[in-house]
């Protein structure tokens, strides 16, 4: 158990919906990920965030959108579903820098992922 | 950004055997260089990672080696057993980390 917790664990459904995904973050870990995996594919990074901020943007379409609240949690906010956003996503965190500009060394803790299937 | 690219795709070694695993990155920046085993139905598991001030790092029956100036690194299991068999990420990080496609690892006993 990595500590990193993900609800739901599995979301059914319709084109044209919205859905929101939601992620804890471990203890003490002030960094949120998100990254979508589709199938038979590799780790897509999305968009990271670091107490409350936006940190870095990966391949997020617009109509996907993500926040961190001030308890640390997070949720991706995915609209206007298409068949092709069926995937695996995952949140993962991490102790994280206060400086973007420092380089640190950001392990990350994935959770278990929410597995989206639009119909 | 930051590339990574992973061979091989695919990987089947027989119980006993070593595997090796090798990615290439193109960020010259990057500086963290961190493994991940991902089982059938679980998120990614970190294994084993190495900063760019080192060359080699191991536990146990795994190892990880870091060529800065060719920008490349692998990954080597050693007498590798059926429960080693999942996939394996590779990964490169300066800020924002980029994974490699996957490797899926068959250990047959």
């Known amino acids: 158990d990595s500590g990193v917790t993900q609800t739901p664990k599995h979301l059914i459904t319709a084109t044209g919906q919205r859905v929101t995904l939601r992620c804890s973050p471990r203890s003490g870990d002030l960094s949120v990920y998100w990254y979508q995996q589709s199938l038979d594919q590799g780790l897509q990074f999305l968009i990271q965030?670091?107490?409350?901020?936006?940190?870095a943007k990966g391949n997020i379409l617009e109509r996907f959108s993500a926040q961190q609240f001030p308890d640390l949690h997070s949720e991706l906010n995915l609209s206007s579903l298409e068949l092709g956003d069926s995937a695996l996503y995952f949140c993962a965190s991490s102790v994280g820098s206060p400086d973007s500009q420092v380089p640190y060394y950001n392990e990350q803790f994935f959770g278990p992922g929410t597995r989206l299937t639009v119909l | 950004g930051e590339n990574v690219e992973q061979h091989p795709s695919t990987l089947s070694v027989q119980e006993g055997d070593s595997a090796v695993i090798k990615c290439t990155y193109s960020d010259s920046a990057s500086n963290y260089f961190p493994w991940y085993k991902q089982e059938l139905g679980k998120g990614p598991q970190l294994i084993i990672d190495i900063r760019s001030n080192v060359g080699e790092k191991k536990d146990q029956r795994i190892a990880v080696t870091l060529n800065k100036t060719a920008k490349h690194f692998s990954l080597h299991i050693t007498e590798t057993q059926p429960e080693d068999s999942a996939v394996y990420f590779c990964a490169a990080s300066k800020n924002d980390m980029r994974f490699g496609a996957g490797t899926r690892l068959t250990v047959k006993p």
């Open positions: 965030y670091y107490n409350g901020e936006e940190r």
